[in-house]
Nanobody, 117 residues
């Protein structure tokens, strides 16, 4: 089974930047979609950005032009570059492998806190 570990969260002032990293214990390649989720305090978890298996990317409207998802397949690492951060970006950010073939590659990280003040 795959293990995912996020890092790079922290506290930043509005307008600042952070880069989140998600490290996988196993090679994922194109077997899964790679997702970044976030859950703001008191709210539902939402999908922020994702890589589809064909390499295309999707973002929720509120982060378009500010966030960028990327991956280094050779190093089994997923990134989320977050620029022009806003207070409403405050959340626990979690990476996940989804819609995997085989399904045993589906996994969730433990999450990393991002606080924007």
């Amino acid at each position: 089974h795959v293990q995912l570990v996020e890092s790079g969260g922290g506290s930043v002032q509005a307008g600042g930047s952070l880069k989140l990293t998600c490290s996988a214990s196993s090679f994922i390649g194109s077997n899964c979609e790679m997702h970044w989720y976030r859950q703001p305090p008191g709210k539902e978890r939402e999908l922020v950005a994702n890589f589809k298996k064909d390499g295309s990317t999707e973002y929720i409207e509120s982060v378009k032009g500010r966030f960028a998802i990327s991956q280094d397949k050779g190093k089994k690492t997923l990134y989320l570059q977050m620029n022009s951060l806003r207070t409403e970006d405050t959340a626990v950010y979690t990476c996940a492998t989804r819609k995997c073939m085989p399904w045993t590659l589906n996994a969730w990280g433990q999450g990393t806190q991002v606080t924007v003040s």
